[in-house]
């Protein structure tokens, strides 16, 4: 079946760096989600991506597209330690006769203050 | 503002016990969502609805049951609770290809 690989497993920065995680796939999808999910709670939306190549801020987030529709990256910029949760990418795709939604693994970041 | 409401944040109970999880979404969407989420398998499909009757079977339905009789409300029963059940449950309601989450209910089967 479809697969999102998404990498690092997890990140432990110190404030005010950089973040980038990725997802990558073998298949083609026509829409990248990104979630944040705090401990505890459910998953937030924190950009969709429509379009191969787009490109998509959320404050300090950024998201992109690949060209491909294989993959998409996030980066967070000038962390800070409310940035801590667990992200998710996940790509909307049609399997079998029905749209589905396919999760990454997630990625866990801590942020040392 | 997109709203999800779970009817229980947390939940004990007893193996073959009949449960009952609620959703309700306020913005008129007409798919809506059944996971179930563990540690080490992720995010993983129960049961979908496209529409008030309606049900799909997701990737892992065995064990429960849906039921959609308002467009607005999703729920999920387990009809004999065991405690492989216990888990995270996350509803969700779509917008375009957006899913969007409820807070989810801890259940804990005992």
């Known amino acids: 079946g479809q697969q999102l690989n998404q990498s690092p497993q997890s990140m432990f920065i110190q404030e005010g760096e950089d973040v980038s995680m990725n997802c990558t796939s073998s298949?083609?999808?026509?829409?990248w989600l990104w979630y944040k999910q705090e401990p505890g709670e459910g998953p937030v939306l924190l950009i969709a991506?429509?379009?191969?190549?787009e490109l998509t801020s959320n404050g300090r987030l950024t998201a992109q597209f690949g060209i491909t529709r294989k993959d998409s990256f996030l980066n967070i910029s000038a962390s800070i330690p409310s940035d801590v949760g667990i992200y998710f990418c996940?790509?909307?795709?049609?399997?079998?006769?029905?749209?589905?939604?396919?999760f990454g693994s997630g990625t866990r970041l801590l942020v040392r203050p | 503002d997109v709203k999800v409401t779970q009817s229980s944040r947390y939940l004990v109970k007893r193996t073959g016990e009949k449960v009952f999880l609620e959703c309700v979404q306020d913005m008129d969407h007409e798919n809506m969502f059944w996971y179930r989420q563990d540690p080490g398998l992720g995010l993983r499909l129960i049961y979908f609805s496209y529409d008030v009757k309606m049900k799909e079977k997701g990737d892992i339905p065995e064990g429960y049951s849906v039921s959609r009789e308002k467009k607005e409300r999703f729920s999920l029963i387990l009809e004999s609770a065991s405690t492989n059940q216990t888990s995270m449950y996350l509803c969700?309601?779509?917008?375009?290809?957006?899913?969007?989450f409820g807070p989810g209910t801890r259940l804990t089967v005992t």
């Open positions: 298949s083609i999808f026509n829409t």
């Open positions: 996940a790509g909307h795709a049609r399997m079998d006769s029905s749209y589905k939604l396919i």
């Open positions: 991506l429509y379009k191969a190549g």
């Open positions: 969700a309601s779509r917008l375009r290809n957006e899913q969007y």
